[in-house]
């Protein structure tokens, strides 16, 4: 066995694959890599029977890096690490916390496996597989995976399911843990154990129960609530998860309702001032001699004062009109 240590400092019991193992998954992948190679090189010699040297020579590295580098690294990151070789011999790659490999990964270690196991024909790889207690050769090394075992030495593969709860057991259980206070739980803690339980079906029966013994007393020592007699660890440990997501999921949907409500406050605030604003009365400029503006409308002008009415005329006279007085100077005009 080989403690693995993930980033929140949870220790996973994974049994690491020695150097044997490792080679012969190897064998099995590179001689099924050059199978496809060949056969794809005869397949297009013949059918580009025309074409140069240099072509050919172009075209056959590319196969071969296609093969050799691409095609370990497609496998592997669509598989989670299990290339054909490491599925028959039930090993997988993984990241050295516990976590499924990515494309990264499986690419650091296709390149740096190019050099170490084809142009230094494995040598490398054999040296330091058989000098670390890991088994890892120079691409896990530099990729930070490590290759382990999926199936137990004995097991078969298979994953013996949890013992059956008593009903009452668990209904008596869930009063218990309605009352439960789960905030001394650190959130280390919670990650470790949805960990477990999402691989649950991928570890020894023996490494389930010791993690779960593990994880069980340190979560009981911290919420109060001891695991009930007869109950598995993983089932308490399932029990608590599920409980602590469901008051997540009940404060959630308080939040929700909350927003909702604040926003239907706010929209009713606003049409109520709409409304107000509507009903406003609006000046009239009849009895207000003051310019209103209403709506963007300029105001109209105000009325000029009348003007006053011109003095009549005179009426037409037929009389003839008189003579002007002449002045007294001694002569009269002749009759």
């Not at 494309?103 to 054999?126: N, Q």
């Not at 008596?172 to 803690?189: F, Q, T, W």
């Not at 409304?275 to 400029?285: E, G, K, L």
Request: aromatic residues 4%.
């Amino acid at each position: 066995m080989s403690d693995l240590v993930t980033g929140e400092a949870v220790v996973l019991d994974l049994q690491t694959a020695k150097l044997p193992s490792r080679a012969l998954a190897i064998i099995i992948d590179l001689l099924l890599e050059f199978a496809a190679l060949i056969v794809t090189t005869l397949v297009l010699s013949i059918a580009l029977i025309d074409i140069d040297r240099a072509a050919v020579a172009a075209v056959s590295l590319g196969l071969m890096v296609f093969f050799l580098v691409a095609v370990p690294v497609i496998v592997e990151t669509l598989t989670h690490g299990r290339s054909l070789g490491k599925a028959a011999l039930g090993l997988r790659v993984v990241r050295t916390d516990g976590g499924p490999v990515r494309f990264r990964y499986s690419l650091v270690r296709a390149g740096v496996g190019f050099f170490e196991l084809i142009t230094f024909v494995g040598c490398p790889a054999v040296i330091t597989s058989a000098v670390r207690l890991d088994g890892k050769r120079l691409g896990d090394v530099f990729a930070g995976t490590v290759v382990v075992r999926e199936r137990a030495a004995s097991g078969g593969g298979a994953t013996a399911p949890l013992p059956p709860v008593h009903p009452q057991l668990l209904q008596s259980m869930g009063r218990e843990l309605v009352a439960m206070d789960l905030s001394a739980v650190p959130e280390p803690l919670w990650l470790a154990i949805r960990q477990l339980l999402s691989r649950i079906g991928q570890l020894d029966p023996a490494m389930t129960q010791r993690m779960s013994e593990r994880l069980a007393t340190d979560l009981a020592g911290r919420t109060g609530l001891a695991v009930p007699h007869g109950l598995h660890p993983a089932a308490y440990l399932g029990a608590v998860l599920t409980e602590r997501q469901r008051r997540e999921w009940t404060r959630a949907q308080e939040r929700q309702w909350r927003a909702a409500q604040a926003a239907h406050a706010a929209y009713a605030a606003q049409a109520q001032a709409q409304a107000q604003a509507q009903a406003t009365p609006v000046p009239n400029s009849v009895w207000d001699d003051r310019p209103v503006r209403v709506l963007g409308i300029p105001a109209a002008p105000a009325p000029a004062a009348p003007a006053a009415a011109p003095a009549p005329a005179a009426p037409l006279s037929l009389e003839k009109p008189a003579a002007p007085p002449t002045p007294d100077s001694g002569f009269a005009p002749p009759a």
